[in-house]
């Protein structure tokens, strides 16, 4: 049940921001969107998420469309160390009033000197 | 704080051998998950738990056991391990769903042979 599709790779200059886009055309109403990062295999580390607003924290800024269906993660100022796959995750209700993280394939950021 | 530890960092194992990972994590926080991580592909939920001394099955639970006797400690077990349960397994947990953040940890590696 893949909800969300990302492109599979992306590169940007150091210093510049780095844009990364991610599909989830079936997305519900009350199903949010998230994004981690994993580097070098360590555990996915927490970005940002939103529902329908834009947000911003201080690692980065999520842009969601009006209908919903699409979403781009901003890192302002890339640098070497956000070198990283970056997941695009729609967090979906589960039972005993928890959630669920639905994982996609993630695009693997390179951010080159 | 720790965080969210994993014990141990790597494993080999022949099929049909048996073995637990464990999770620990010095947060106070109530809901605890276990993922595994397949070669190029995000995280899918084996289980998780509400709470101290209640666990549940997530989207993968075939092959694999959990307890949570402490609030925080999460073990998952491999009763008869397979060739096909070789993958990276990430721990995670989270306060409650209103603050809606999974802190993840670094990781077990399992190789069955």
């Known amino acids: 049940d893949a909800k969300t599709t990302q492109p599979p790779s992306m590169d940007c200059a150091e210093g510049r921001a780095a844009n990364l886009p991610c599909n989830h055309s079936t997305i519900s109403g009350n199903e949010y969107v998230y994004w981690y990062r994993q580097i070098h295999s360590q555990g996915p580390q927490y970005i940002i998420h939103g529902l329908k607003n834009n947000e911003t924290n201080e690692m980065a800024s999520l842009i969601i469309t009006e209908d919903r269906k699409s979403s781009t993660l901003i890192l302002p100022h890339a640098t070497l160390r956000d070198t990283a796959v970056y997941y695009c995750?729609?967090?979906?209700?589960?039972?005993?009033?928890?959630?669920?993280?639905?994982f996609g394939s993630g695009t693997r950021l390179l951010v080159r000197p | 704080n720790a965080g969210v530890t994993q014990t141990p960092k790597f494993r080999v194992l022949k099929t049909g051998q048996s073995m637990t990972l464990l999770c620990a994590q010095d947060?106070?926080?109530?809901?605890m998950y276990w993922y595994r991580q397949d070669p190029g592909m995000g995280l899918r939920l084996i289980h998780y738990?509400?709470?101290?001394?209640?666990?549940a099955k997530g989207e993968v639970p075939d092959g694999y056991n959990v307890s949570r006797l402490k609030k925080q400690n999460f073990l998952l077990g491999l009763e008869s391990a397979a060739p096909s349960q070789t993958s990276v397994y990430f721990c995670?947990?989270?306060?409650?769903?209103?603050?809606?953040?999974?802190?993840f940890g670094p990781g077990t590696r399992l190789l069955v042979l």
């Open positions: 995670a947990s989270m306060i409650s769903p209103l603050v809606e953040t999974q802190y």
């Open positions: 995750i729609v967090r979906v209700p589960w039972k005993d009033s928890s959630y669920k993280l639905i």
């Open positions: 738990s509400v709470g101290e001394g209640t666990t």
């Open positions: 947060m106070n926080h109530e809901y």
